[in-house]
């Protein structure tokens, strides 16, 4: 395993990516760290060696689907932003960890939170807390959160879950560990929110798109070029409401589209 990080920093990047497809992403994403972040340490949880702009590779705890539940607990930094693998990084990092001052855990909502998916959870709680993204996570190597990390796990394996998120969510919401629900432009997984920001709304940081597998899963190019992924969003965003029976009112066409076309 690549080993040219000391451990002594205080706070840095880790990736958990096993398997060549997704060690290409994890490699990819960190080249764009890099850019913006060449003094930042990172380091990448995999199942063998890998040659890439990584400090460290260290041995995955526990391989399995969602490998980086183990993984998180075993960063080798106070405090560690987690990147999942389709990730871009677009902008400095600047005081971001700082937020870690003040909170254990940062993280954003999820997207398609008017689904059933996102709020789906063993805990019955409001609509407005919905599932969290689990693919931008920033967190540090508390007592406290370290336990959270530990029951995220057994939650997950005991009750046979496929996604993580679901125990993610019944978790935070018994749990009094204090976390901070992150912009979106930290995670930004809805690419075409670009389109939609007035130019001082948000400085767009981490980009965050399945889009980025569609060439693992058969479902069209690579995207290296920010530029094609972005006309990609666009087309798709367009083609999503097309298969929907929704009038051209801005604001009830979304419960038109979600099955109630006469809300209160």
């Known amino acids: 395993m690549t080993n040219r990080y000391d451990g002594a920093g205080s706070r840095g990047v880790i990736y958990v990516a096993t398997g060549a497809d997704y060690v290409d992403l994890a490699v990819r994403s960190a080249h764009s760290l890099r850019v913006v972040e060449p003094h930042l340490p990172i380091v990448l949880f995999s199942d063998g060696p890998v040659d890439g702009p990584f400090d460290q590779v260290l041995p995955v705890p526990r391989a399995h689907a969602r490998a980086k539940l183990e993984a998180m607990a075993a960063t080798p930094f106070q405090r560690t932003l987690f990147l999942d693998a389709d990730t871009r990084v677009l902008a400095p990092l600047d005081d971001l960890f700082d937020v870690l001052d003040r909170f254990d855990l940062a993280l954003a909502h999820d997207v398609r939170r008017a689904s059933a998916l996102i709020q789906e959870g063993t805990v019955k709680?409001?609509?407005a807390f919905g599932q969290m993204n689990?693919?931008?996570m920033l967190y540090r190597r508390s007592p406290e959160m370290l336990a959270f990390l530990d029951e995220w796990a057994r939650r997950y394996h005991a009750d046979g879950h496929v996604r993580d998120q679901v125990p993610l969510k019944d978790l935070l919401w018994e749990s009094d560990l204090r976390f901070y629900v992150l912009p979106e432009e930290f995670n930004?997984?809805?690419?075409?929110?670009?389109?939609?920001?007035?130019?001082?709304?948000?400085?767009?940081?981490?980009?965050?798109s399945h889009r980025l597998m569609d060439h693992m899963r058969g479902k069209g190019e690579r995207y290296d070029d920010m530029g094609a992924l972005v006309a990609a969003e666009?087309?798709?965003?367009?083609w999503e409401w097309s298969q929907v029976q929704a009038g051209d009112d801005p604001i009830l066409r979304f419960a038109q589209a979600q099955g109630d076309p006469t809300p209160d």
């Not at 930004?188 to 965050?208: C, N, Q, Y």
């Not at 666009?234 to 367009?238: D, F, I, K, N, T």
């Open 188 to 208: 930004l997984r809805r690419v075409t929110m670009l389109d939609a920001w007035e130019p001082l709304d948000a400085r767009p940081t981490i980009l965050h």
């Open 125 to 127: 709680t409001p609509y």
């Open 234 to 238: 666009r087309a798709m965003l367009a």
């Open 134 to 136: 689990s693919g931008v």
